[in-house]
């Protein structure tokens, strides 16, 4: 009986020590498998984390590729009119971005003077002509247009205007034709932020061009503003410059589905026709490279002649002053007129 007993107990004490071993067999595989799991989700966290990276880039680029289709079918419009558009930012968040570029622009309107305007202040700025023909003023601004006379001893124009975003100031002779123009305007736009594995990655849409940055690397403008210039079939020559405002009311944010309404707000037209002494200079706030980037890329073509020496012979955008184009550019037309047309466009976007 006693051999029987011991017999059941070796049995049942097998049995639970088989039971045991199944039980940490099945527990080690586990282990060994989150093991793996963990390494191989080590080894790829990186190119799953570049892959989002780079589908999160494409992404604000083709809502950036997107807003700036509607924007020119916006600033193409009559004033007040414009279009309903969505966008999908779920990874990107779109902000307005106040005063990025400041433009000044002038020309005289006449071969008979030479007109100059400086020593700008809060109320006040001078004239300057050379032949004398210059007798008062007429500025056109956001709340009207004002006249005033030039001083005749010193040339200076007195006013109590606030002139803040923009002004277009026209000089008028005896008889009351316009001689020269000079405008000031200022530029605000669009910036598209994206989070990154590396940082923040922006996207700026202001006057036409586009500006691009990640947090690990240079500046780089992929479109430049719209400035082109022509020698014509007649044997004449044109400046074309478009300047594109984008005023945001509100804020924009980001959704899955974020409704944008673009709307034109009208456009200015100072230039459009013969013009002498043309100049213009910007400055551009997004960043202290981009502004001398513009003035590489518009004065390439004078840099090359200038190093051929056949600067005696060119036609194009020339420096106004210092070579690099730190005091703006001007055209090289060998004394004749440039055909000069600057339009100035203004679009409102809303949610």
């Not at 039971?19 to 191989?40: N, Q, T």
């Not at 008062?136 to 956001?142: A, G, P, S, T, W």
């Not at 036609?315 to 004394?335: C, K, N, W, Y």
Request: charged letters at 20%; one cysteine or more.
């Amino acid at each position: 009986m006693a051999s029987v007993v011991r017999h059941q107990t070796r049995l049942r004490n097998s049995r639970e020590d088989a039971a045991v071993s199944e039980v940490l067999g099945v527990i080690m595989m586990l282990a060994m498998v989150v093991s793996i799991m963990g390494g191989v989700w080590v080894f790829l966290n990186p190119y799953i984390s570049d892959f989002e990276d780079n589908t999160n880039w494409n992404a604000a680029n083709g809502i950036a590729d997107r807003l700036e289709d509607r924007i020119d079918v916006a600033a193409d419009s009559p004033d007040g009119t414009g279009i309903r558009h969505k966008l999908g930012m779920r990874t990107s968040m779109l902000q307005g971005v106040s005063n990025l570029e400041i433009w000044s622009i002038s020309a005289d309107l006449s071969p008979a003077d030479i007109i100059k305007i400086s020593a700008f202040t809060t109320t006040s700025f001078s004239v300057s002509s050379v032949n004398a023909t210059a007798e008062k003023v007429l500025i056109h601004h956001e709340n009207g247009i004002n006249e005033f006379q030039i001083d005749d001893s010193n040339g200076l124009v007195s006013h109590n205007l606030q002139l803040t975003d923009w002004y277009v100031i026209t000089v008028l002779d005896g008889n009351d034709e316009p001689i020269h123009k000079t405008v000031k305007y200022t530029i605000s736009g669009l910036r598209i932020i994206t989070s990154l594995g590396n940082g923040e990655h922006e996207i700026y849409l202001v006057n036409n061009a586009r500006i691009e940055h990640f947090a690990d690397s240079a500046w780089e403008i992929s479109k430049f503003p719209r400035v082109e210039f022509d020698e014509l079939a007649t044997g004449g020559i044109r400046l074309s410059i478009i300047l594109t405002n984008i005023e945001v009311n509100g804020s924009l944010g980001s959704a899955n589905q974020l409704g944008l309404d673009i709307i034109s707000a009208g456009s200015l037209n100072p230039f459009s026709g013969p013009c002498y002494n043309v100049r213009y200079s910007l400055t551009n706030s997004v960043a202290p490279v981009i502004s001398p980037q513009y003035d590489d890329q518009w004065l390439s073509e004078y840099v090359l002649n200038r190093a051929s020496g056949t600067l005696d012979s060119f036609v194009g955008l020339a420096p106004f002053e210092r070579a690099s184009g730190a005091d703006g550019i001007t055209v090289s037309s060998l004394g004749e007129s440039v055909y000069f047309d600057l339009s100035i466009n203004k679009v409102v976007v809303e949610k």
